[in-house]
């Protein structure tokens, strides 16, 4: 079983910077996709972002493209998420999610594998 371990999460103000990590425990190169998916209070969890197995694929929302950045590193079993300029509507838990076949994916029972997911709180 695999197992996804976030870490990165906190507390910043608007226009602010995070990155988040999720670390495997196992090979990455067991996972053919992975993504960043979120959940706000009262809110249904909704797709962020998700990369191939290579790296060569990403996906983003709309409401994150050009300011969140997906990576992994197959070496180093670790995918990131680096978000920029954050804002108040981008605080929720934040849960990393592994694929064990099958392209990248913005749904997330797609999803095989689950963190169990880091808070991020973005202040006005």
């Known amino acids: 079983q695999v197992q996804l371990v976030e870490s990165g999460g906190g507390l910043v103000q608007a226009g602010g910077s995070l990155r988040l990590s999720c670390a495997a425990s196992r090979r990455t190169l067991s996972m053919t996709a992975m993504g960043w998916f979120r959940q706000a209070p009262g809110k249904e969890r909704e797709f962020v972002a998700a990369i191939s197995w290579s790296g060569s694929s990403t996906s983003y929302a709309g409401s994150v493209k050009g300011r969140f950045t997906i990576s992994r590193d197959n070496a180093k079993n670790t995918v990131s998420l680096q978000m920029n300029n954050l804002k108040p509507e981008d605080t929720a838990v934040y849960y990393c999610?592994?694929?064990?076949?099958?392209?990248?994916?913005?749904?997330?029972?797609?999803?095989?594998?689950w963190g169990r997911g880091t808070q991020v709180t973005v202040s006005s």
């Open positions: 999610a592994g694929r064990r076949s099958g392209s990248i994916s913005t749904i997330a029972n797609q999803y095989d594998y």
